[in-house]
């Protein structure tokens, strides 16, 4: 049979590679024991209040959920203190960066991106016939003037992810409110803030207050890290109302599912979950980093749930492979762009205890 070619736009992008499943690595190496520190999921699970919301759900399995969520975009609208009609809902915000680039990009269009950063931006900017215009980070920080000088009369959109995923990083409060005013109006500025929650720094900008003043502003949110809802494939995105108009053209009819909402409207009351997830959060970085300094190991500044680990003498596929074999799931750097590299999510005292003595038996058993 003769086979049906596929469009030109996607004949040279690969799959997404997500992080591996504790199933599979089971499964494959035989280990009654694995854990799972690659994929920034957050180790302490969800608030019980969410499992409750879940639970009180199942009944109505049998029905579609309302299209639009309202009652978690009017709950949404309250605790970020904006109209609701600037909000919308996603199959995890990188559904929101699905549907912008397929309301916006058309073939020819020009979209600056830093590199490394989230691949979903350049790979759903190609299949719709775009052309990702890639910054290099500077030690591993956005390059915002360099983003600023790449823009030109066929630039589109600009996609900031701050923190940045995979190094962590955040560009500083001032030099992004001044890149944000320097952003021609016409060209569409994407702020990816999945991991915001989790930013201590008070150098962090919040960029909320500035939607009224720069309308090509949008800021895109997930329940996926902080709020541990990650599984259910949910976050949202705040802009103009029609922008959010724009994309509801394009989304999928019932793109989030009843069980979704209802965890994510019980999450956001359950406060102190996330207050004390931040802390652990933050009481595990500094450990890790500390640990770390002492094998004489570097790590870009991080202020996310994750580090991104520097080798000098090993490649990150080597030690991600010997990793695994001891049970450990991290990600390899050469699938990041960093290939002397791996990222590590911080796990609870124990996981990040574990993963340390990992890795000190692999400096051990295999010297350089």
């Given amino acids: 049979m003769q086979s049906i070619p596929t469009r030109k736009e996607i004949e040279h992008i690969a799959?997404?590679?997500?992080?591996?499943?504790?199933e599979e690595v089971q499964r494959e190496l035989k280990l009654?024991?694995?854990i799972k520190l690659a994929s920034n999921e957050n180790p302490y699970g969800c608030s019980p209040a969410a499992k409750a919301a879940m639970q009180r759900e199942i009944d109505s399995t049998s029905l579609y959920p309302e299209a639009m969520g309202p009652e978690l975009l009017r709950k949404l609208a309250g605790f970020l203190q904006v109209s609701a009609d600037k909000l919308i809902l996603g199959s995890g915000s990188d559904e929101l960066i699905r549907l912008l680039t397929r309301a916006y990009v058309s073939a020819g269009d020009e979209v600056i991106m830093a590199d490394v950063t989230f691949p979903r931006y350049e790979t759903n900017v190609g299949i719709e016939g775009g052309k990702p215009?890639?910054?290099?980070?500077?030690?591993?920080?956005?390059?915002?003037?360099?983003?600023y000088q790449a823009i030109s009369a066929k630039t589109k959109l600009i996609f900031v992810c701050n923190p940045n995923n995979p190094t962590g990083t955040i560009v500083g409060r001032e030099s992004l409110k001044s890149f944000i005013a320097r952003v021609p109006q016409h060209i569409m500025l994407v702020i990816d803030e999945a991991?915001?929650?989790?930013?201590?720094?008070?150098?962090?900008?919040?960029?909320?207050p500035l939607l009224d003043k720069h309308p090509n502003l949008v800021i895109l949110r997930t329940f996926s890290k902080i709020y541990g809802l990650a599984a259910l494939r949910i976050g949202y995105g705040i802009m103009q109302p029609q922008v959010v108009s724009a994309l509801t053209k394009v989304k999928d009819a019932f793109n989030t599912s009843r069980m979704a909402?209802?965890?994510?409207?019980?999450?956001?009351?359950?406060?102190?979950?996330?207050?004390?997830?931040?802390?652990?959060n933050s009481e595990g970085r500094h450990y890790l980093e500390?640990?770390?300094?002492?094998?004489?190991?570097?790590?870009?500044?991080?202020?996310?749930?994750?580090?991104?680990?520097?080798?000098?003498?090993y490649s990150?596929?080597?030690?991600?492979?010997?990793l695994l074999k001891q049970g450990i799931i991290v990600r390899s750097g050469h699938l990041l762009g960093y290939p002397d590299t791996i990222r590590v999510s911080i796990g609870t005292i124990e996981q990040n205890?574990?993963?340390?003595?990992?890795?000190?038996?692999?400096?051990?058993?295999?010297?350089?």
């Fill in 290 to 313: 500390a640990e770390l300094a002492k094998m004489q190991l570097a790590v870009f500044p991080s202020h996310a749930n994750f580090l991104m680990v520097k080798f000098a003498k």
């Fill in 195 to 208: 991991y915001c929650e989790y930013v201590e720094d008070e150098d962090y900008l919040q960029t909320i």
């Fill in 15 to 22: 799959p997404y590679v997500a992080g591996k499943p504790i």
């Fill in 133 to 147: 215009v890639i910054v290099p980070l500077i030690d591993g920080t956005h390059d915002l003037d360099g983003m």
């Fill in 316 to 322: 990150g596929e080597e030690i991600f492979n010997e």
């Fill in 353 to 368: 205890k574990a993963f340390l003595t990992a890795l000190q038996h692999i400096f051990t058993t295999i010297p350089r």
């Fill in 32 to 34: 009654a024991h694995v």
């Fill in 261 to 280: 909402q209802a965890a994510a409207l019980a999450a956001l009351d359950d406060t102190a979950f996330v207050d004390e997830c931040r802390r652990k």
